[in-house]
């Protein structure tokens, strides 16, 4: 325990809550009250510091689970795919009784009677491609039959399904980052990446200034690969070169976009390139900590990590002095515990100091001036982490040759859904449209089927409807600008291109539904995604996101009203672009998209003229047991006739 | 610096069309107010910080467009053209720039605070009747202005705890909370003993505090005070007067004037509402017998 806390500042213990309630809780498996208290007094804080940060993390338990925890997914791909049969077959073979749909519970785990099995339902577990997923223990299951899920509980065999569904690349990629990803004989230990010229760039980085690296990033255009696209060279540069506090250097591992697991495999495959490129990173930055804010549902993935970073400190890569070039650096994992918002950079700074993952307004706390204890901090993705390495080994101007202008270099495409064969593809970005991606490279959809939408963008983004024309933009050579309309499958994969398309690249992960799907269900998978990851800091998410799963609900049960569908969306565009953070854009745009393109789904469902009645809210008995109600007599009788008429008494 | 002016520079700064003058680090919302445009707002309070979690102080806010020259281009009338950003921002975070421009009373911040407002009452319980802070109730007010007439919430509304005794002092309604978080800030930077926080995410998140653990220290009252709308209540006032049948008296020794009327409850006042930090507890004091016994109390515990 005292190791985990010797990682941060020591003016800065409380960031060391996490990682402790992470090692109580894998001790003693689950978070009671001797817990908080104690980890309250080692840090020097007040328990309710502890309190608030453990009913924050769904991840963190403060009921004991069953021998046996089995958590699965319920989000959107994996909810296509029979996730929700999972569970229903899984608690029916276990006889665990689950609170039925839409009662409220504040503890998600059901264990069954004898104490041996325990169920939850957990949101995307970013393996979306080889939905439905659960995790037994630590261990992810991939590719669980929801009709046999129950016999492969009980016998605790093998996985089913193969951890690696590995394939040579398809010939429109480009693999860059992915080189490696699922390459026969490939290791994630460090001998193996060393073999293929590993850390060469480093090493070649260190003989550069620093000034050098920074313009080659800015040169080669890049941008970031988390979701916002934002020019990566740009926001190294508000690093002052003569900055006199500590800089910080976050990787944002913290992968839990619906429909994106790009970071997945090139953590748990290809640890060492992820490390190359933060060694650069912080060389350029002049950072001499960097951490890692992996998800909690990554715990192998931490594992390796923590390994490859033991192993390239024993090569002198990481450390004191790294290879005799006088520049220390450190790096260090930081745990989270399963919630979305700690993908939002603030928000995930906060995380690693101890705190709820509440993202912070900006102005005036840009993470690049006031971030990690209030530090100049540059929060990168792991994608985008891992280009700089291959930056520095074409330079900046052939980088940029990749892609298109302003959309330069290589990206990972997560496809899952409706599709023949999901998986990731790593294309130079703008190379393939929507239609090759699907079609060519996905294997299409399932026989018989026909396009119905796409979420281009991991599950924020702006659905596409399959018969809708796009007008595009386009820049000519000569600098001239035509339009023109095209066809869903006609979108390059890029950031303007899908921007233009009126939806965005987000992170990646293409969600494709096929013409079998109700667009009101799929809608209502994601609210529920979003009403359970909204931090709750601001009214507008906090409220709205809510408000829009529990309109669904109804809808899904049959009670949808005439205005529904009109309450849907002015819902959605009074959260979008009120709130503190952009989780605000990203649970109204599903909401907003949906109930515009598919209004006839919509319609259908909301046709009731009155709302259905409510369940009662209180039980009279509930009513008299409330202590509100006081029963001695009052010692003034509050009434006009007491106040007179001068109101007063 | 060799020759520091005593006055810090001033801003011009245009609100709602006309230009004004502020020092510098004046807060927008402040400086809107300081002109008599009143903001509404929740969770900022001029003593603590600013989480800008409330989203009531949306404006329309905009900085002058600049030329090649890096001057600012100036329109027909001799005035900077403003480039406005196109979504709203908060004024309670923000300090006041050179050349800065917001509106609040444009039809967007309008919109905004329809929309908070009705984001706000959904799972509100709505039972004004019945409760302590009617009357001077944060909600109240901006309902009067920003609200609409007719819910269009269908759905049961979030349950949480009532009436949780948080300290000897102080009662809290769960439901009636809007997480605005001023009590935390109050209990966290100026009474510096931390108990109460958050729980639960989301639309479940719950004031509260660490069980075994109460709000019981000295300033505890001010909480009241600064909550904004009915979930933390006076326990000794809970339930016992309408607040628009009380007299109010200013007074700088509540205690001396306690013995000739009937002292209902004591708040603190304008311009310093959380400096009168002790006072406010000596309410409960006054049903002592032994007025004598009081300022030895006093010294006893309430210091600064």
């Known amino acids: 325990m005292d190791e985990a806390i010797a990682r941060y500042p020591k003016d800065h213990r409380r960031s060391a809550t996490m990682p402790l309630l992470h090692l109580w809780q894998e001790h003693f498996g689950f978070i009671g009250h001797e817990a908080v208290f104690w980890i309250a007094e080692k840090l020097g804080l007040q328990p309710i510091n502890i309190l608030e940060v453990v009913t924050f993390y769904p991840m963190f338990r403060q009921h004991p689970a069953g021998k046996t925890h089995i958590r699965i997914c319920r989000t959107l791909s994996c909810a296509m795919a029979g996730g929700l049969e999972v569970m229903e077959n899984l608690c029916a073979s276990l006889g665990i009784k689950r609170p039925n749909d839409g009662e409220e519970t504040n503890n998600p785990i059901a264990v069954s009677a004898d104490g041996n099995y325990s169920v939850e339902f957990v949101e995307c577990l970013a393996s979306c491609h080889t939905a439905p997923v659960c995790m037994i223990g630590e261990q992810l299951h991939e590719k669980v039959d929801p009709n046999s899920a129950a016999d492969f509980f009980r016998n605790r065999q093998s996985v089913i399904g193969d951890p690696k569904l590995a394939w040579p690349p398809h010939p429109l990629e480009h693999r860059l980052v992915y080189k490696n990803i699922g390459r026969p004989g490939w290791t994630s230990d460090i001998d193996c990446y060393l073999r293929d010229g590993g850390y060469e760039q480093l090493k070649q980085a260190l003989t550069l200034s620093r000034d050098d690296i920074v313009n080659k990033v800015k040169n080669s255009g890049l941008r970031g690969r988390g979701g916002a696209g934002f020019s990566c060279g740009l926001k190294w540069s508000f690093i002052k070169p003569d900055e006199k506090r500590p800089v910080y250097l976050i990787c944002n591992a913290d992968e839990s976009e619906p429909g994106t697991f790009k970071d997945r495999y090139i953590i748990h495959e290809d640890p060492h390139q992820l490390l190359e490129g933060m060694l650069i990173s912080c060389y350029a930055l002049g950072a001499h900590t960097a951490y890692i804010y992996i998800r909690g549902e990554f715990p192998e993935g931490a594992n390796i990590l923590e390994r490859a970073i033991e192993d390239a400190r024993q090569h002198n890569f990481l450390g004191k002095d790294i290879l005799g070039s006088g520049f220390d650096v450190e790096f260090y994992i930081h745990r989270g515990a399963g919630a979305y918002i700690c993908g939002e950079e603030t928000g995930l700074i906060e995380s690693l100091e101890g705190k709820r993952g509440y993202p912070r307004i900006k102005p005036p706390y840009f993470p690049a001036v006031l971030g990690l204890y209030m530090c100049p901090t540059i929060v990168n993705n792991v994608e985008t982490l891992c280009n700089i390495k291959h930056i520095i080994a074409m330079g900046g101007a052939e980088y940029a040759r990749l892609g298109r202008p302003n959309n330069t270099g290589t990206r990972v495409l997560c496809v899952s859904g409706d599709v023949q064969r999901p998986g990731y593809f790593e294309v130079e970005v703008g190379a393939v449209t929507m239609g090759q991606l699907i079609y060519e490279m996905a294997g299409g959809l399932r026989p018989g089927r026909k396009l119905k939408a796409v979420i281009p963008g991991g599950s924020s983004a702006k659905v596409l409807r399959a018969d809708e024309r796009f007008k595009i933009k386009e820049r000519q050579t000569d600098g001239s600008t035509s339009e023109r309309e095209i066809a869903i499958d006609d979108i390059a994969m890029d950031f303007d291109s899908l921007a233009a398309a009126g939806s965005m690249a987000g992170s990646g992960g293409v969600i494709v539904l096929d013409d079998s799907r109700d667009m009101v269900w799929a809608l209502n998978n994601l609210n529920k995604f979003y009403a359970h990851e909204s931090c709750g800091q601001c009214t507008p998410c906090r409220e709205g996101s809510l408000w829009m799963q529990k309109i669904t609900d109804r809808m899904l049960r049959g009670g949808g009203v005439v205005e529904d569908p009109k309450t849907l969306k002015t819902i959605g565009d009074n959260i979008a672009g009120r709130t503190i953070c952009a989780f605000g854009e990203a649970c109204a745009w599903p909401t907003q998209s949906f109930v515009e393109k598919f209004p006839e789904e919509f319609a259908a469902r909301a046709r009731k003229p009155i709302p259905p009645p409510l369940p009662p809210e209180y039980t009279s008995e509930e009513l008299i047991e409330e202590e509100s109600i006081p029963t001695v007599p009052m010692a003034h009788d509050p009434g006009w006739e007491k106040a007179g008429a001068k109101g007063t008494i | ?304």
């Open chain 2, 1 to 304: 610096m060799d020759n520091p002016s005593p006055s810090p520079p001033m801003f011009n700064v245009q609100i709602d069309g006309i230009w004004h003058q502020f020092p510098k680090g004046t807060r927008v919302i402040e400086a809107c107010e300081q002109v008599g445009v009143f903001v509404p707002r929740y969770c900022y309070h001029k003593k603590l910080s600013s989480p800008g979690n409330c989203r009531m102080c949306l404006i329309e806010m905009g900085f002058p467009r600049l030329g090649p020259d890096r001057k600012p281009e100036l329109g027909a009338d001799g005035n900077p053209i403003i480039n406005w950003m196109p979504r709203p921002q908060i004024c309670c975070a923000q300090d006041v720039a050179e050349g800065m421009a917001v509106r609040t009373d444009s039809p967007l911040v309008k919109e905004c605070r329809h929309g908070v407002m009705e984001f706000l009452l959904i799972n509100h319980p709505l039972d004004c009747p019945i409760c302590d802070q009617a009357g001077e109730c944060r909600l109240q007010e901006f309902s009067v202005d920003y609200g609409s007439s007719q819910s269009r919430f269908l759905e049961n509304k979030v349950k949480k705890p009532k009436a949780v005794q948080l300290g000897p002092r102080v009662t809290l309604d769960d439901e009636r909370c809007i997480l605005c978080s001023r009590c935390i800030r109050f209990c966290q930077e100026i009474a510096h003993d931390d108990v109460l926080g958050f729980v639960e995410r989301g639309s479940h998140t719950v004031l509260t505090a660490h069980p075994g653990r109460s709000l019981d220290n000295n300033y505890s009252l001010n909480t009241v005070d600064i909550c904004p709308v009915g979930a933390l209540t006076n326990t000794d006032f809970r339930f016992k007067m309408r607040v628009w049948f009380l007299k109010e008296t200013k007074s700088l020794a509540p205690l001396l004037c306690s013995r000739c009327g009937n002292l209902m409850r004591l708040v603190g006042s304008e311009p310093h509402p959380i400096e009168a930090k002790t006072d406010l507890l000596t309410y409960s004091c006054t049903a002592c017998e032994d007025l004598l016994v009081l300022p030895v109390q006093i010294s006893a515990t309430g210091n600064d």
